[in-house]
């Protein structure tokens, strides 16, 4: 089983619909990010959490909130959905205190139409 | 503000070449450089590097920092069709002693032609 598992794996959507991309993980790190990935422009972090009562604006939270559940679930809301937030979106991990670094879910392909 | 900026964003080569990939970057508290290779899914990690002048090697591929010029290049030698990736530099920013984000260039797309 996958250390960081992404739902859903793809999903196809309509303009103004609420959706929600769900991460869980079993590393036990205390760190989880969401990013989302357009062609050509790299990752860009959209929210972060350091803890379950520690949640940050990334540079691209605009259209996005997030929830953390628990230590290890961190899902991320778009409220209604437009088309430009037509994404590839990764989740990933890490923990505070090593020189381990963030490891990533398989991502979550989200088209809006 | 933070950037970090990766050449050239694409590049083909054949099989048995050798490539260099360069990241620069303008980050403040840095705390370190990480390279990822990307398939068609999620960013596996290659290299992380903190010290500079100190080179990172695995098998093919090797990576070196240098944090005066504020630059790193990921080397890879005899290069085979399965490095066809795309090639992400991040720079770790410092939080409280810790680690923090990471800002990301837009990648290196490398092809390898047999």
């Known amino acids: 089983d996958a250390d960081v598992t992404q739902t859903p794996r793809n999903r196809i959507t309509k303009t103004g619909k609420r959706i929600m991309l769900e991460c869980s993980q079993t590393?036990?790190?205390?760190?989880m990010y969401w990013y989302r990935q357009d062609p050509g422009l790299g990752l860009q972090l959209i929210y972060y959490?350091?803890?379950?009562?520690?949640?940050n604006k990334g540079e691209i939270s605009d259209g996005y909130s997030v929830s953390r559940q628990a230590q290890a679930k961190f899902s991320l809301s778009l409220e209604s959905a437009i088309p430009n937030q037509t994404a590839l979106y990764f989740c990933?991990?890490?923990?505070?205190?090593?020189?381990?670094?963030?490891?990533f879910g398989d991502g979550t392909r989200l088209s809006i139409l | 503000e933070d950037k970090v900026v990766q050449s050239p964003l694409s590049l083909v080569v054949h099989e048995g070449d050798t490539v260099t990939l360069n990241c620069s970057y303008e980050?403040?508290?840095?705390?370190?450089l990480l390279w990822y290779k990307q398939e068609k899914k999620a960013p596996t990690f290659l290299f992380m590097l903190?010290?500079?002048?100190i080179e990172k090697k695995s098998g093919r591929l090797s990576s070196i920092l240098d944090k005066k010029e504020l630059f790193s290049i990921l080397n890879i030698t005899a290069t085979q069709t399965g490095d066809s990736a795309v090639y992400l530099c991040?720079?770790?920013?410092?939080?409280?002693?810790?680690?923090?984000?990471?800002?990301f260039g837009k990648g290196t797309k490398l092809s390898v032609k047999p």
């Open positions: 991040a720079v770790e920013k410092n939080y409280g002693g810790s680690q923090g984000n990471l800002i």
């Open positions: 959490s350091f803890d379950v009562k520690d949640i």
């Open positions: 990933a991990t890490s923990q505070r205190g090593t020189r381990e670094p963030q490891h």
């Open positions: 590393k036990g790190h205390d760190r």
């Open positions: 980050v403040t508290n840095f705390r370190s």
């Open positions: 903190t010290s500079s002048g």
